[in-house]
């Protein structure tokens, strides 16, 4: 670590202890909420009363302390009953159900009531009303179906005042394509969801907002020039969101008319907003947790209990803290190096998230 980050860092102190003095303070009525019998889930009550043995809402008092929980497995998260997991605190409210993956086998299921709008609201206040204008219409040519991203850039769209246009894509499919060779057919599925785009683009002006892929950004601008058919924002998302595209994105693809926001998100944590790139930053791609409602930590492959050196590389390890969702330590299909704290997101943050390297297959990413 550099001079010149370490007095960073002491500059910084007094938000940091803030930030985690804020983040200590939801782990405890988290934790309270999600083990009171009157306010819990199903699940945690009796994982406390026949695995645990001990009580979290004595023994847990700080983030920190959530190491005491062993390591969340998202095997809990395949199958049903869903209603496992609806907090009694929450019971009678109406009830989404998000996947991720399921390309394979059973997917990963969570429910949400609020969390999605309340994670796309607080996004929200990260983008500039310049290039994402008050009263703009959006598109989002992305993954329909089963996941909670098109709701949650529906919601984002109602919540900046305009409505959302959006594209029939189903990943699955793409991916189930690729894995039996059948690129061409995957070709023309891509193209078939571009054409959709292409068709709302040109048929509504009021459309300046988007949210997309990498891969689906770079096939729509073979297309068409964004700019001239009105877009001025976009957000995009992705394993293929790399620093070499960032730049090409912004340089090549875009050009200064239009704002481009990478985020890094998944169903299970929310959105992780991204830094404003600065010289320094070399087009890395560097994103901060929806802190006190979910951190992101960079951990040692071989020993997750051990954070990793600032600057260094590590598996990714996800907390979510909300009264909907409580996920303790739990490590996710990514790898990345770890960013220091900030002066706007004084906690830890990622850089250059990608698909982790210690997973023997390669993961096949489709569309993303």
């Not at 809402?57 to 969340?72: A, I, N, Q, T, W």
């Not at 990260?126 to 949650?152: C, H, M, N, Q, V």
């Not at 770890?338 to 993961?363: H, I, K, L, M």
């Amino acid at each position: 670590m550099s001079l010149a980050t370490y007095s960073t860092a002491s500059s910084l102190q007094p938000a940091v202890e803030a930030a985690r003095q804020k983040l200590d303070a939801n782990v405890r009525e988290i934790v309270q909420w999600h083990f009171n019998p009157t306010t819990g889930c199903p699940f945690w009550l009796e994982y406390a009363e026949k695995t645990l043995r001990w009580d979290p809402r004595k023994e847990v008092h700080s983030y920190g302390d959530l190491d005491k929980f062993p390591f969340f497995e998202d095997e809990w998260l395949r199958g049903g009953p869903m209603e496992k997991w609806v907090p009694n605190g929450l019971k009678g409210q109406p009830v989404y159900v998000f996947e991720t993956g399921g390309s394979t086998g059973v997917p990963k299921s969570r429910v949400q009531i609020n969390d999605f709008r309340v994670d796309y609201e607080l996004f929200s206040e990260t983008l500039p009303d310049e290039y994402f204008p008050k009263g703009a219409d959006w598109i989002s040519i992305g993954p329909s179906g089963p996941r909670r991203l098109r709701l949650a850039v529906e919601h984002l769209a109602q919540h900046r005042g305009g409505i959302c246009f959006g594209v029939d894509l189903d990943p699955r499919w793409v991916v189930k394509l690729m894995k039996w060779g059948d690129y061409q057919t995957a070709e023309r599925y891509k193209w078939h969801v571009i054409d959709q785009a292409l068709t709302v683009l040109r048929a509504h002006d009021n459309v300046k907002c988007l949210f997309t892929t990498p891969k689906l950004l770079e096939a729509v601008c073979e297309k068409v020039k964004l700019h001239k058919v009105g877009i001025t924002g976009i957000f995009c998302g992705g394993t293929e969101m790399t620093p070499k595209f960032h730049r090409y994105a912004v340089e090549e693809l875009l050009g200064p008319e239009i704002y481009f926001a990478p985020t890094y998100g998944n169903t299970l944590m929310g959105l992780a907003v991204h830094k404003k790139p600065a010289p320094e930053d070399n087009w890395a791609i560097i994103y901060y947790p929806p802190s006190p409602r979910a951190m992101l930590e960079v951990v040692d492959p071989d020993e997750p209990r051990r954070l990793v050196d600032y600057g260094d590389t590590g598996r990714v390890r996800l907390t979510t803290l909300t009264k909907e969702t409580f996920i303790p330590r739990f490590l996710e299909r990514d790898e990345c190096e770890r960013e220091a704290p900030c002066e706007q997101y004084p906690w830890d943050g990622v850089r250059n998230v990608r698909p982790f390297s210690g997973f023997q297959s390669t993961v096949v990413v489709g569309v993303y």
